[in-house]
């Protein structure tokens, strides 16, 4: 089966769409903060919402810092 697939280098490939990406990551956590403001009054899934738009923005940051310093193409 492996012998069946082309050899392709690395800069062959498509490149990814980074800019798509970041609007996503950036609509997904304004949605998620955006869930804080629903008719819930014991708010028990807070930590998770803010958790996981946090999570999803440290991602983010860190690849844009590792993209502006050379480190990820």
Known sequence: M???EPV???DQHKPTPIKLY?????VIIVSLLLMLF??????TGAPWLIGTAA???IVMIVDAVQRRNGLKD
Do not use: M, Q
């Open 22 to 26: 970041r609007i996503a990551g950036v």
């Open 2 to 4: 492996a012998s069946e």
């Open 8 to 10: 392709t280098s690395p």
């Open 55 to 57: 999570l999803i923005a």
């Open 38 to 43: 629903g008719n819930n009054e014991v708010n």
